[in-house]
């Protein structure tokens, strides 16, 4: 299931999460993972400018939390550039998607609960690829 509000009514029930976003939704995020029961599973990415901005969130055991620090990372390979905002958050959110789940029916039909938070331009490729992603394979079903 993929999340479209940037303040969702995320059900107790969701048992295996993945919440992705910039430091604007650490609020958003741990309101959402708070609710979640003690035996959910997930992996929550948040991309900040540095370290400055990491904060203590507090998850269910099975939840873990990664902080992309941007001013610790470059830009486009090769070129020495600086990253630039939801660029570390779309790799990451890509190289875990791509190494959890096979294919698009594989990921849609997973019993995952996906949101992006941020501004609405932060990560605008990844967050509308997904959000295709998901609207297709609803036009199927």
Excluded at 47 to 69: F, H, K, M, Y
């Amino acid at each position: 299931m993929y999340l479209h509000s940037s303040a969702p009514d995320l059900q107790p029930a969701a048992t295996r999460v993945f919440f992705a976003g910039d430091a604007s939704s650490i609020g958003d995020i741990q309101t959402m993972l708070e609710v979640l029961p003690i035996c959910a599973r997930g992996q929550v990415f948040i991309e900040v400018d540095d370290a400055s901005q990491i904060i203590e969130v507090v998850t269910p055991g099975r939840v873990t939390v990664s902080w992309l620090d941007r001013s610790r990372r470059t830009g486009r390979p090769g070129t020495g550039e600086h990253c630039r905002p939801g660029q570390a958050l779309e790799r990451a959110v890509r190289a875990w998607i791509g190494e959890f789940f096979v294919d698009e029916k594989a990921l849609v039909e997973s019993d995952y609960v996906f949101w992006i938070g941020g501004a609405a331009g932060f990560a605008y490729d990844l967050r509308h690829d997904l959000r295709d992603t998901f609207k297709r394979a609803t036009a199927v079903a």
